[in-house]
């Protein structure tokens, strides 16, 4: 029997489990919804946490180290909580879990009156985000196995943008109305916090066990013998894949150090960065959009196009002309989008169903490690020497591009395809890379 990674009729999640009550393209949507929600929260909060802060007497080192130890937090603790959703089964749980964590801190953190709380609390909404992903990202790799894996993702990090663009701007608003009081800005964020999980709780009672998308009913009726429910390691595929994933990330310049560039060389008053940066975002959802269709026709190939705008992006964001400069943010962006989506949407595809969570989990901390070297990178590089810096990012993707040819791609997932027992699509594509 093949391994499908779908407990017992005794695991909470399966003993529930039916045929889903709406297609797979509309769990993707309402799943969408539920993410766009949640990102006009935590985005909202984030967009106003340095001057919270600040105003509760914070310094500029404990502002560094509380959103620090938040990211750190959002990345290095899905190592626990992936492998832990793949043990229990209770993938919902564990995402409304989440969500509710970040729900709730929001607009508490608006009260808080003591530095000491708002700190804590800073960094509770990162950890619900850890709590949540490696569920959530499983969850939604079963229905983009029916509606094409790349498409599936593309379609959710563009609704996320959506909310990433409307919470900043509600934020701002409030606190302009208010003269810049934070207990409405944030306590206004309960709404959509509130809907949030409402709808999840009713996509859950519609779709109890979305891995039926992806196996059919066998993973109900024909669950595995216990020894079979999980491998014991994760793919070789898979690790290569990360290798390439955490060289393209220590490759890529942060947007702090391009906007650190783009004021202390008088391109752009402060003011106007957070307006370029949501210029970005827009950027981000069109690149997901684009690289997730492409990733559904030609496979793995399509993810050529991260390491081929990671190194265009220092060469024109940190020259000393704005227009060059303005274009390598929106690259940056278009960056992050494949990022988000694409990056997200293969690693279903290399591993099995019974180990999906547990691969995001280490996933996001391997991109989390990247990212921190990254910016570390980038940013002395940059003191140093601008084209020294614009040489090494384009050696390193140079490598990055290498290792993609050295991972053994996925086939191109199709919508409506038959999909295997380890979780992989059983059409071919006409675009892979070929061993």
């Known amino acids: ?58 310094s500029a080192l404990v502002v560094g180290l509380v959103t620090g130890a938040g990211e750190a937090a959002a990345l290095g603790l899905r190592l626990v909580s992936g492998p832990l959703a793949d043990r229990t089964h209770r993938f919902w749980a564990w995402t409304l879990a989440g969500y509710a964590l970040t729900a709730i801190t929001v607009p508490v953190l608006g009260l808080a009156s ?25 969850l939604l790799s ?61 996509l859950r009672a ?52 391009l906007s650190y560039h783009l004021v202390q060389r008088h391109l752009l008053p402060p003011a106007a960065v957070p307006v370029l940066y949501a210029a970005a975002m827009a950027a ?46 929106l690259l940056w962006g278009a960056a992050v989008g494949v990022q988000e989506s694409t990056l997200r949407a293969t690693v279903a595809d290399l591993v099995p169903t019974g180990r999906r969570a547990t691969a995001y989990g280490v996933f996001a901390g391997v991109m989390g490690a990247a990212t921190l070297a990254g910016g570390v990178l980038t940013g002395a590089l940059y003191e140093v020497s601008v084209p020294a810096l614009i040489i090494t990012v384009a050696a390193i993707q140079a490598a990055a591009l290498a290792l993609l040819v050295a991972t053994r791609g996925p086939r191109p997932p199709r919508t409506g395809a038959a999909v295997g027992g380890d979780g992989h699509p059983a059409g071919s594509g006409p675009c892979r890379f070929e061993r």
């Open 284 to 329: 981000d959802a069109v690149a997901a959009l684009a690289t997730g269709w492409l990733y559904d026709h030609c496979g793995i190939r399509a993810l050529v196009a991260l390491p081929l705008l990671a190194a265009t992006v220092p060469a024109l964001a940190f020259t000393d002309t704005l227009g060059p400069a303005v274009l390598g943010a």
């Open 206 to 257: 519609r779709v109890r066990d979305p891995v039926v998308y992806e196996m059919g009913d066998n993973a109900v009726r024909e669950p595995p013998a216990p020894e079979q429910r999980t491998s014991p390691r994760l793919p070789r595929a898979f690790w290569v894949y990360a290798v390439f994933t955490a060289a393209t990330m220590v490759g890529f310049a942060t947007f702090g150090v």
């Open 114 to 138: 003591v530095l000491w709380a708002a700190c804590a609390l800073v960094i509770a909404e990162r950890v619900g985000k850890a709590v949540r992903s490696p569920a959530k990202d499983t």
């Open 1 to 58: 029997m093949k391994d499908t990674g779908i407990a017992s009729p005794s695991a909470p999640d399966a003993s529930h489990a039916s045929s889903p009550r709406m297609t797979p393209w509309r769990f993707v949507l309402v799943f969408g919804v539920v993410s766009l929600l949640m990102d006009f929260v935590y985005e909202g909060a984030r967009s106003v946490t340095g001057p919270l802060l600040a105003h509760l007497g914070a």
């Open 142 to 202: 079963h229905a983009t196995a029916a509606t094409g894996r790349g498409r599936g993702f593309a379609v959710h990090e563009a609704m996320d943008q959506v909310g990433a663009l409307l919470g900043p701007l509600t934020v701002a608003g409030t606190l302009a109305l208010t003269g810049g009081d934070y207990v409405p800005a944030l306590g206004v964020l309960a709404l959509p916090g509130v809907a949030a999980l409402a709808l999840l709780v009713r």
